[in-house]
């Protein structure tokens, strides 16, 4: 009888990480990586300050990769844009950092988003063309 999916993982739980895809792939590259979480504003936040330890650190420079969901994508994001302006080396701050990086994303953080506001204008200012989920109407099943 066939093992359920369920089953299955559970089977593979106790397992160490193996590689997905076909037969013979590569190895995952060798480097260092950043992984950002999610967590909305808060988040953003919290990674700015990871990121600005990393550069007085030196290590900013180090990163090969940055993988990120939600809050942490939105500092990802940035740092990504800034990533050539901030005359980066390995194992030297980047004097640029604050200007470039933290004083935009502080300056997002402080900006506060009135939601019923932003609802009701998308609802009385639709675009050509564009469905809005303000104008949808749900009905009950």
């Not at 089953?7 to 739980?13: G, I, K, L, T």
């Not at 994303?105 to 989920?133: E, F, M, N, Q």
């Amino acid at each position: 009888m066939p093992m359920t999916a369920v089953e299955s993982h559970a089977e593979d739980a106790g397992k160490p990480v193996t590689l997905l895809g076909a037969e013979g792939a590569a190895a995952p590259a060798s480097g260092i990586a950043l992984c950002l979480s999610g967590g909305g504003y808060r988040a953003m936040v919290f990674h700015l300050g990871v990121l600005w330890r990393l550069n007085d650190a030196g290590l900013l420079g180090r990163l090969d990769r940055i993988s990120s969901v939600s809050g942490g994508s939105i500092t990802a994001a940035w740092l990504a844009g800034s990533w050539r302006g901030l005359a980066l080396d390995q194992g030297t701050p980047s004097p640029l950092f604050r200007e470039r990086v933290i004083d935009p994303i502080r300056r997002v953080a402080g900006t506060t988003i009135d939601v019923w506001k932003a609802r009701r204008y998308v609802s009385c200012h639709p675009l050509p063309g564009v469905l809005h989920v303000a104008n949808l109407r749900l009905r009950q099943v």
